[in-house]
């Protein structure tokens, strides 16, 4: 997905062709705290079962607390709707309209928690810092020492990257795109101005990129990159996404850097949907995409491969990227497809886009446009290594 001005159609098409004759031929939170020595006020609440609490300040118009287990020292919540089967809370500050709590873990010394939705089956959150607005975690495991989440919409514990070991991995990067994050995405590549006519949307937790043509009647490119705003050297990379049909259509999920004068990059996946076999069918779906790095970008020499699957615009799909200081192990839906021994130590931005062009050849009249025909991102997320 070299950048135009380096690196020509042209120049990518005859590089692939040569690398597919090449492999032919070679078989190829909570609640926060304030520690009272008294119990002055408590109006409206209804107990059941729970065991002890001491030294708590003032509960408010609260909703029914369960068979909780002990709460210690805690400062003031008000407004709260039910808390269920609950674990342990120490030392905890404030809860301010919140919702529903149901059978959480342990909470400890925890910051503020303002006018959050429903916590659901939490693990144990440790030291945490501030939660304002949030909107309802799920199953999530441990939390330790986090800063402040603002405004967020709804947080699903998330795994390891597919078919690696979770323990090994930090994350640094998630987007399952419950609404479009522009402090972390733009809508369009450096050397380029983003276009007025909308091609990209998220809708139903996905982020969708369509073909369309501009109002001067041609087919236009739409890159979504956190250049900027998101740099990582090393560790797991990893999209799960649907991809379009058609003829000229060339999805892609890269890294790349445009402030080093080398230009590195890594292309995770390309399709052509529009190629010859294997690229695609004859209905023009996808049935083939290509894993490439360029250590020096265009300037330089290249590592490809040409990655068969079934059908890519039929299902969701995991594209990932295992980076480490002397290889690059490219993954699909878990599974290691491809390895190289490279060394490529600079940092580099993520990159989503639909372009056209290059093996899947020109968009033409039988190009399917339009939202129904979208590269669907069901979320793309980094880890660095422990």
Known sequence: MNERQFFTNAARVALISSFSVLLAACGGGGSTSSDSSQLPVTSGSSSTGSETGTGTDTTTGSGTTTGSGTTTGSGTTTGSGTTTGSGTTTGS???TGSGTTTGSGTTTGSGTTTGSGTTTGSGTTTGSGTTTGSGTTTGSGTTTGSGTT???GTSTTVAGPAGQDASLYTLTFSDDFNSFNSSAWNDHIWYE???ATKNYTVENGVLKIWPQRD???NFFNRAIDTDGKFYQTYG??????QLPIGKGTWPAFWLYNHDQADHPEIDIMEAYAGGTSPWGDNNDHPTAYGTTAWPTGGNGSSYFKQNMTPDLSAGFHKYG???EPSKLTFYFDGSAVYTVNVTMSSR???LLDLWYGSASGTPDSTTPTG??????INYVRAWQFK
Request: glycine letters at 10%.
């Open 371 to 376: 939202k129904t025909n979208s590269y669907q």
């Open 321 to 323: 990227l295992k980076w």
């Open 93 to 95: 500050g404030t809860t």
């Open 348 to 350: 580099m931005y993520i």
């Open 150 to 152: 603002t405004g967020s």
């Open 236 to 241: 797991y990379f990893e999209m799960e996404a």
């Open 193 to 195: 101005t983003s276009n």
């Open 215 to 217: 109002a001067t009647g």
